[in-house]
């Protein structure tokens, strides 16, 4: 008797309690609003155990994810200049064939390999630069309006391991699958003063155009000296040689650029800008001459040299 009259004062304690423990409960989830993405599915919510597994695997996504995109890297200046560069170098490429009877078949998928016009990158850093210009020979394709060979192979090289994984990585990602056909995984090249210093000479292998985008101001005067002598021995007869960066013209240039030089050779004693006339006499030592001077957007110039 005594043992029921316990239950009887007990349990609507208990009942009372639960109640408002649960209702505190909802109170405390409303006020504080879980993700919608949580109310909607259990899984996706860290506190029940099921989705240990699915957090874990999305988080390791997230690290491979990171990991691709540290390869790619990102370059300001590339970004701004590509576009006032490819102008230039889409009006080289028809010259460039014409002169050497490259790459201007009507199909850009011809398969003869002696058609095709072969295009070398020095010092491509990482990678603006080429997945931009592929992309826009490949779009020319068919395209009458746009006088660009469209049978072009693309050879990007690069001393840095860092810029050439990035060049792989812009090239892989870029959704026209004719740019990743067409461009050549890139390949280590240092030039020094006697040519090819370290990485792919390229053997017996013969191009129609050669792209050296500002590397003769950031590297020393020997790089130049290695690049002028490789482009003798590389460029066919008719080939072209472009160069883009700041110059000095009669030992001089404009006040940004003279800072600029300073700012270089802080860096590094062994860089600077270079005397126009000196870099032209020095082409000009390796069969090359200097055709065309072309002034560029931020002070900068674009030189056009033909392999004699």
């Known amino acids: 008797m ?42 996706n919510y860290s506190l029940y155990p099921s989705s240990i597994k699915l957090v874990h695997r ?7 994810d990171t990991r691709l995109s540290r390869k790619k890297l990102f370059s300001p200046s590339a970004e701004r200049n590509k576009a006032p560069i490819w102008d230039v170098i889409s009006k080289i490429l028809p010259s460039v064939a014409q002169n050497t009877g490259r790459g201007g078949e009507a ?13 070398l990158e020095i010092a491509a850093g990482c990678g603006v630069h080429t997945n931009h210009f592929m992309t826009e020979i490949t779009n020319a394709q068919g395209d009458e309006q746009k006088a660009v060979p469209m049978n072009v192979k693309w050879f990007p090289t690069d001393p840095e391991e860092s810029s050439r994984e990035s060049i792989n990585q812009w090239i892989q990602e870029n959704p026209n699958e004719k740019v990743q056909e067409y461009t050549e995984p890139s390949r280590s090249l240092t030039l020094g003063e006697d040519g090819v210093m370290e990485g ?32 003798n021995e590389k460029l066919i007869v008719g080939g072209a040689l472009y160069c883009y960066g700041p ?30 006339e000196e870099v032209v006499k020095l082409a000009e030592e390796n069969g090359l001459r200097l055709e065309r001077k072309i002034e560029m957007p931020a002070n900068n110039l674009s030189l056009i040299f033909q392999k004699l």
């Open 107 to 119: 199909s850009f998928v011809d398969e003869k390999a002696e058609q095709q016009l072969r295009v």
């Open 58 to 64: 999305m988080s390791s996504k997230k690290e491979n």
């Open 247 to 276: 110059y000095k013209v009669g030992g001089t240039a404009v006040e940004s650029n003279l800072n600029f030089d300073q700012s270089l050779k802080s860096r590094d004693p062994s860089w600077g800008l270079r005397n126009l």
């Open 2 to 43: 005594l043992l029921l009259k316990f239950f009887k004062f007990v349990i609507p304690i208990a009942i009372a309690l639960t109640a408002t423990t649960t209702s505190a409960f909802h109170l405390i989830v409303s006020k504080h609003r879980l993700p919608k993405y949580s109310l909607r599915s259990r899984e």
């Open 200 to 231: 792919n000479s390229f053997g017996d292998d013969l191009f129609q155009l050669m792209v050296c985008i500002n590397m003769i101001h950031i590297s020393p005067w020997t790089s130049t000296v290695g690049l002028m002598r490789f482009a």
